[in-house]
């Protein structure tokens, strides 16, 4: 009988990969990005898999958080998040990176929550033949569309850990928009999305100008991750009025962004103001946001992802999906999710072209006109190589990082940089 099955064993491995010389508000990235890849086994000899943040903190709650699934059947996602949600607690050691809402040890118990859902909905899919989204209800549709998510970038590492990657130097106008065309030859995608918040704004505004002559026809979106203040946000506004989709993050907290929206007819869109259901209690009617960038890793999962699209639409906001380093095991969370949101309309995060790793079988996940397609097969519909599993593990055991820090890595190349925020 499917219910007598039961999860035996939890494994919890890190892993780095290769990840490029990216510039943000925060500084650069550093040459390794980190992950966990996360594996439940079934007494019956079946794994479920999942991927989630591979920081140390993240590495602790994880090992803490593994006996509360062991005994119970995939089918128990209901009590596997209420034993998390007891035993799970915000801290210690918290790495809190402002960028990237899914460092912060607060929402510890929605993140393991939500890898846990992940593995255990890819166990059930694989128990009842069905590909995730149908445990979802099914979908609204059967590709997922992905924005072109343009980086400033050096044109390699400083101290070259390895050879420099293909992409090249991203800072002026012109190679912004080669950067793009690059990625929109390469995997198709039919909006646009530059990371901001890096140069003097007035240079990120002619970036947008030469992207939406060299673009016409393509959605664009400008995210500086509150790195411009309010009076900044509000002077670039009427330039950017004709040029975005909607404008991401340009100043820090609710309130600025609220005061902003007085001033622009720009929709504002977030993943850094409204990024729990607790925020969403405080922050969806002071008119600060009209989009909301969801993130199944730290919200707490892809049903709460569904509730969440729920309350979006009955506050009137629009949908999109917010994205960090990943490899294809979340492309594909993030894909079942997506394709099952009907309000999910924008299109969505990826960081993916800027990885050449993969540890899923099979190589990479294939995109079709900026869109990853629906596999038919049982559960997530991937699985993993082991090998590039172990290898990629090798490369976390050997690479040094165990926390992300953009501003450190950043001080590398400028010992002066200043740390504060909004810097513009
Ligand atoms: O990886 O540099 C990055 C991004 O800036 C990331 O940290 C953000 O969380 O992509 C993210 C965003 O849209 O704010
Ligand atoms: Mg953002």
Redesign the pocket.
């Known amino acids: 009988m499917t219910r007598d099955i039961r999860i035996t064993d939890v494994r919890i491995t890190p892993i780095a990969f290769r990840d490029g010389p990216?510039?943000?508000?925060?500084g650069i990235?550093e040459p390794w990005a980190l992950r966990a890849i996360v594996e439940l086994e079934t007494s019956d000899g079946r794994v479920g898999i999942s991927e989630t943040y591979g920081d140390e903190p993240m590495l602790r709650v994880l090992a803490q958080a593994k006996e509360l699934v062991l005994g119970l059947s995939p089918f128990d996602l209901n009590r596997m998040e209420e034993r998390v949600r007891a035993a799970i607690r915000p801290g210690p050691g918290a790495v809190e990176?402002e960028?990237?809402?899914?460092s912060h040890t607060a929402k510890n118990a929605a993140k393991v929550t939500s890898t846990f859902e992940v593995a255990m909905l890819d166990l059930q899919g694989q128990l009842l033949g069905a590909p995730v989204v149908d445990l979802l209800g099914g979908a609204v549709r059967d590709t997922v569309p992905y924005s072109a998510?343009l980086?400033f970038k050096y044109a390699e590492h400083i101290g070259r850990p390895y050879a420099a990657d293909a992409w090249g130097e991203g800072i002026s106008p012109a190679q912004i928009v080669a950067q793009a065309q690059r990625m929109i030859d390469a995997y198709g995608f039919q909006s646009i999305?530059l990371?901001g918040g890096v140069f003097e704004p007035a240079h990120e505004i002619a970036c947008m100008r030469a992207l939406r002559a060299a673009f016409p026809g393509l959605p664009l979106r400008l995210?500086p991750?509150a790195n411009w203040s309010l009076e900044t946000s509000i002077r670039a506004a009427p330039e950017l009025d004709e040029l975005l989709e909607y404008y991401?993050?340009p100043t820090p907290g609710l309130k600025g962004m609220a005061e902003l929206a007085r001033h622009t007819r720009l929709p504002l869109a977030t993943?850094?103001v409204i990024t729990t259901l607790d925020d969403f209690r405080k922050g969806a009617d002071t008119g600060a946001v009209k989009v909301l960038?969801s993130d199944h890793h730290y919200w707490g999962g892809l049903r709460v992802t569904q509730t969440l699209a729920r309350m979006c639409a009955l506050w009137d906001l629009g949908m999109s999906m917010?994205?960090?380093?990943h490899l294809g095991i979340s492309l594909m969370a993030m894909t079942h999710v997506a394709a099952s949101i009907p309000n999910l309309t924008y299109a969505c995060?990826t960081?993916y072209p800027w990885q050449e790793e993969e540890v899923i079988l099979g190589g990479r996940v294939a995109f079709e006109n900026g869109a990853v397609r629906l596999p038919g097969t049982p559960g997530l519909g991937v699985e993993l190589d082991r090998g590039k599993l172990a290898e990629l593990h090798a490369q976390y055991l050997a690479c040094g990082v165990r926390n992300r820090d953009?501003l450190a890595q950043m001080r590398k190349y400028d010992a002066g940089f200043p740390g504060r925020t909004p810097r513009f």
């Open positions: 990216l510039l943000n508000a925060a990235h990176f960028l990237a809402p899914g998510y980086f999305k990371k995210d991750n991401e993050d993943n850094m960038l917010h994205s960090n380093s995060d960081h953009d």
